[in-house]
Structure formats: C-alpha cells, structure tokens
C-alpha cells in the first residue's frame, strides 16, 4: 500500500470534498503521517472515511470529521491551544503544525505516554501532554482555544475561564443521533457549524468514552 498516495486521496476525496478549503489544515492533513497515529493492525485503515479504535474503547474521528473541526478553530499560528483528549495523538499534531504551542490532556496515562512517543518520534517539539481529568482540571495559564474531543450534553461554565479575553472553545453538544458541533465565544453566545455524533467525554466515574 502506498500511503502517500492514500494520504493524498483521503485528503482530496474525502476533507477537501465536505467544504474543508482552509490550505494550511489541507496542508497539515497532507503532511502529517496519519498511519504513524492508527494501531498496526489498523494502518491499512488509516485514511477511510471510519472511526478507529485506539485501546481504552475509544476511537479516531473519521478524517473528514477532524478537517471540519480544525476549520472552525481559526487557527493561527500564534495561538495557545488546551486540547481536551489526546488520545491517538493525530488532532495533537496536526493542531501542532498550526499554532505556536498545544497542551494536551488525556484521563488514560498509557494514551499520554504513547503520544508523547509517537510526537517525539514525528519530530514534533511544540507539545506537551499530560495525564489530567478534564473535570478537575485546574490550568496554570490561559488559552486563545481549548478544543474539546469528546461530546458533552452541555458545557461547564468553568471552562470559559481558561480563555484570554478572544478566547473560543470547541465542542460537539447534544445527544444521538444528532449532535451540534459548536465554537464558543461566551458561555452564552456561540456558533454552530455542522451536525456529526462523537461518543461522551470520558468521565472517571462514568463508562463512557470519546472520539478522537
């Protein structure tokens, strides 16, 4: 299998095709070894139009679900990102290749570790990741965007105090079939931009799982 070539097609069939045009997310998609994220068995996977499983029951977003996402960040590169879930470590990177500096968390410590390897080994060296609970979480600095990985069926007011003052927060709202895919501004004003399901965020007295 060639995955540059499946690389290429994932990007211009599938992203670029569900209204993705911002060039640098393209770019990144492009550029960014999605194969080296996936589990081995499921490398020949990498680029279908599929959610994949990644350990702890939880799996990677479909390729096109992630483009959008980055999309409605407005990402520049001067923006300090918290990503809520690491997981696979592939939003981690790509979000990397876009903005200055992204912190990362994730509930599972082996997640952590795997990422902080498979980033290391991708050369990548504007990330730092740790094992936090989202729901506790208490951030020494504030952010220009926290992306959200995991659905919630609303968002806890605590969160738009990590922001700076033009801080937004990604997050997909709702319950199946249909939930919202969303940018915040404010606790009260936000954006909605298009309609996907993305499993629960984890919470550790909850069985429940996230999309990455």
């Keep these: 299998m060639n995955f540059d070539t499946a690389r290429h097609n994932m990007v211009k069939q599938q992203v670029r095709s569900w209204d993705v045009i911002n060039k640098d ?3 990144a998609m492009l550029n960014v070894q999605r194969e080296e994220f996936v589990q081995v ?3 020949k ?3 279908a139009d599929l ?10 977003m479909k390729p ?5 996402m980055l999309q409605a960040l407005d990402l520049n590169p001067s923006h300090l990102v918290l990503e809520i879930g690491t997981g696979s470590a592939y939003i981690t990177a790509l979000l990397s290749r876009l903005v200055n500096h992204v912190n990362s968390i994730d509930i599972h410590q082996e997640l952590t570790t795997s990422a902080i390897k498979k980033l290391k080994e991708n050369h990548i060296d504007n990330v730092t990741c740790e094992t936090a609970d989202f729901f506790t979480f208490q ?3 504030k952010y220009d965007r926290v992306v959200i990985t995991g659905s919630l069926e609303e968002l806890p007011e605590q969160v738009f105090n990590w922001l700076n003052k033009t801080g937004q927060v990604f997050a997909v709202i709702g319950d199946e079939p249909i939930m919202e895919a969303r940018v915040y501004n404010s606790a009260t004003e936000y954006s909605s931009y298009f309609d996907t399901v993305v499993a629960r965020l984890e919470h550790p007295n909850q069985q429940q799982t996230f999309k990455l």
Excluded: S, Y
């Design 139 to 141: 951030p020494v600095q």
């Design 25 to 27: 997310i393209l770019n």
């Design 64 to 68: 096109v679900v992630e483009g959008r």
């Design 41 to 43: 068995p499921q490398r």
């Design 45 to 47: 996977l990498a680029f």
């Design 51 to 60: 959610t994949l499983p990644i350990g702890h029951g939880q799996t990677m």
